[in-house]
Antibody, heavy 122, light 106 residues
Framework: VQLEESGGGLVQPGGSLRLSCAAS????????MAWVRQAPGKGLEWVAN????????YYVDSVQGRFTISRDNAKNSLYLQMNSLRAEDTAVYYC????????????????WGQGTLVTVSS | SYELTQPPSVSVSPGQTASITCSGD??????TCWFQQKPGQSPLLVIY???KRPSGIPERFSGSNSGNTATLTISGTQAMDEADYFC?????????FGTGTKVTVL
């Protein structure tokens, strides 16, 4: 199982960026997927997750309306479109396979990609 | 909003037992998992569903969850276990991570 993020970089406040996550080694279309971020020197913060066919999506309040999670099962890829970026969005963004049993309450993230750094600064 | 609180740091001598707590309101009614993160690396799942170990995780890692506290226990701690550890649970459809604990093996 491998997850490889790309698309990070330096962007000005108010700008946009699209992150990608290429998955391999497992049946991508069978799994929920998620984005989790980590600000420099800080803890982990869940950002968003998406179900197998993209019909169910959830976001942390701080990105609701600005970020959009999506997936392309034909390309085994996960995406995060980030608009109206703020300085507080600066973080390493990790892609993770989200293993869900029957309910989200009984689920976990495994494995994680190596992450891609997003820096929002003028 | 729901919060999970961990001690900032735990120190342990090699071969001894390290216990890392994660506190949250009625946490015992939720499933908790634990992640290990070494410097410059991505998080690694070490415990899920309170007490289960993924394939490849050493038996010295164990977990429990009751009341308001989940605990990750590392028995016979090794130098390679020095890392940050984060607990995680769900509050409805929101994933909540703990504040993180730095484990130092002295």
């Amino acid at each position: 199982v491998q997850l490889e993020e790309s698309g990070g970089g330096l962007v000005q406040p108010g700008g946009s960026l699209r992150l990608s996550c290429a998955a391999s080694g497992f049946s991508f279309s069978y799994y929920w997927m998620a984005w989790v971020r980590q600000a420099p020197g800080k803890g982990l913060e869940w950002v968003a997750n998406i179900d197998q066919d993209g019909s169910e999506k959830y976001y942390v309040d701080s990105v609701q309306g600005r970020f959009t999670i999506s997936r392309d099962n034909a390309k085994n890829s996960l995406y995060l479109q980030m608009n109206s970026l703020r300085a507080e969005d600066t973080a390493v963004y990790y892609c993770a396979r989200h293993i869900v049993t029957t309910l989200l309450l009984d689920s976990w993230f495994d494995p994680w990609g190596q992450g891609t750094l997003v820096t929002v600064s003028s | 909003s729901y919060e999970l609180t961990q001690p900032p740091s735990v120190s342990v001598s090699p071969g001894q037992t390290a216990s890392i707590t994660c506190s949250g309101d009625e946490l015992g009614d939720k499933y908790t998992c634990w992640f290990q993160q070494k410097p410059g690396q991505s998080p690694l799942l070490v415990i899920y569903q309170d007490s289960k170990r993924p394939s490849g995780i050493p038996e010295r890692f164990s977990g429990s969850n009751s009341g308001n506290t989940a605990t990750l226990t590392i028995s016979g701690t090794q130098a390679m276990d020095e890392a940050d550890y984060f607990c995680q649970a769900w509050d409805s459809t929101t994933a909540i991570f703990g504040t993180g604990t730095k484990v130092t093996v002295l």
